[in-house]
């Protein structure tokens, strides 16, 4: 296991790390000059040396961070590092000290650090998993890996071996789409430029309608009685009437079969909401079988009447058909 080395052997840049613990007042005078992000930058550098030689860690490393947001250095990234060791967290502290490098290549401790990254490695592939990292050109998009969305560049985590899907989109349109191959032997950086605009997402089609049950079919306008008025040559309405019963003899037919089917779920309902629904469906099936036939066995006897009249050779023949709320019946004048 690697010995944490004592906090003078950290980096520290336009700071001075002994003035920080010795007097912690300077702390807050940094502080306090919010106007100059690095004056700000070194009094969070301070804050972290002072919590690392007392051994919070976890403060350490979050006031190394935020120096390094206010300004960037690579010897803050090796900071952090040694700080989430001192956590026992290997994913951070292995890609803080790849981002070292990468931010330093030339660093005189390179060799040190690389060794440290082989160790951490090491640690992580006895988990089954490795540590991926994925930055963007521009950074901050939107990542997403084998489909799940995963959060913004820059991002870093562990990953099983074997191959991944990457999609990254941009809010300004830019996007792209790769295959990784993650090993489990050491770690995956990668960096994707977005140099395509995605294609806008199709409007979907609209649903197609619903079918319509005989129940829910909507139901004719009532028809008017008739009148002295309301009547008409013969001529093709033989046709039309007895084609008009038919088809409401047919339909009858048909809810008299609903209704049999709905009978039969009755006999066969396990609750009682069941019997009761499948009961209303075979009354209402029943009612309409009835009504259906009625009308149609009159329209059929009409249409017969006035295939009988209608011989071609009595123009004067007139049949006068309505329907009201008591039914429908059919009225025949002529000579004949």
Known sequence: MLTLPPATAFAQPQADAETAQSDPSATSAAASAQADPKELAKAKYR???IAFKEERFADAAAAFIEADELVPS???SFNIARAYDGLGNTVQSLYWYMDYLRRNPSSADR????????EREAELAATGKQLVSVRSEPSDAHLSIDGTPIGNTPWWGELPPGVHVLQLEHPDGRGTEAELDVKL??????TLRLDKRLPAAPTPAPPPPAPVSPEQSPSPPPQAAPTADDHFSVGPWKWVTLGVGAAALAASGGFEAARRSAESDAEDARTQLDKVAALDRMDSDQRLARIL???GGGLVVAGAVLWVLDDGENPAVEVALGCGGWGCD???RGSF
């Open 111 to 118: 060799e040190t650090v690389k060794q440290r990254i082989a």
């Open 185 to 190: 032997d050491f770690a995956t950086d990668v």
């Open 74 to 76: 690579p010897a803050l």
């Open 47 to 49: 804050d972290g040396v």
């Open 330 to 332: 059919a009225n025949v």
């Open 293 to 295: 036939l009625g009308v």
